[in-house]
């Protein structure tokens, strides 16, 4: 396995494992965490229904997975997020992301739930849902993660001690090197970066 995904729900899991199918990946997606041997499989997708749970048993859950997918061969986590960054000011998406880089020894998490094939992007490090802010896209109204800023800057702040920076569109246009360059030269963070188009 190379690639191990973490989806918060069965439908962003689908999505991120028919990308990495339709990419020619050898794509399996799991309900739950899977007991065994994943075989011969180049990506792994386990899909949990931690979004909206407590975030200590979202941690509980996603750290379970992750070991997994390690113990599989995976050299590269993904944890899949919803595009419209569904969320409240306790979690989960930052305690899970902070639990997993600590799993992994890392010291900078790239967090950018844009999808632009389905009207998400994010610039100037807020969502847009099509032309709209994340917060006037009827997200606000959204009866358990109710969305109502959508500077991602501020509500991953709100949600996590580690600090959070953001890489700007002019860095994404000046290619991944730049883009390399500038996370290296960060403290330990969880890093908003623009994306408007695939």
């Known amino acids: 396995m190379k690639i191990g995904v973490i989806a918060d729900d069965f439908t962003g899991a689908s999505d991120i494992a028919l990308t990495l199918a339709e990419a020619g990946m050898r794509t399996v997606q799991y309900v739950g965490v899977p007991n065994g041997d994943a075989g011969d499989v180049e990506a792994g997708v386990v899909a949990l229904k931690s979004r909206t749970i407590p975030a ?22 993904i944890f899949k997020i919803c595009s419209t960054f569904d969320s409240t000011d306790a979690g989960n998406i930052g305690p899970v992301a902070a639990a997993l880089a600590e799993r992994l020894g890392e010291t900078h998490v790239i967090t950018c739930p844009a ?13 847009f849902v099509a032309d709209r802010l994340l917060n006037e896209s009827g997200m606000q109204d959204h009866p358990l993660t109710p969305m109502k800023d959508a500077d991602l800057r501020r509500v991953l702040a709100a949600q996590t001690s580690w600090e959070v920076t953001h890489t700007p569109m002019t860095t994404v246009r000046a290619g991944a090197a730049a883009i390399a360059a500038q996370i290296a030269a960060l403290p330990k963070s969880m890093i908003i970066v623009d994306a408007i188009a695939d």
């Not at 509980?60 to 590269?76: E, F, I």
């Not at 999808?115 to 969502?127: A, C, I, T, W």
């Open 56 to 77: 200590n048993e979202a941690v509980a859950l996603s750290l379970a997975a992750c070991d997994w997918l390690v113990g599989q061969g995976a050299t590269q986590i």
């Open 115 to 127: 999808f632009p094939e389905n009207g998400r992007s994010v610039y100037q490090g807020h969502l």
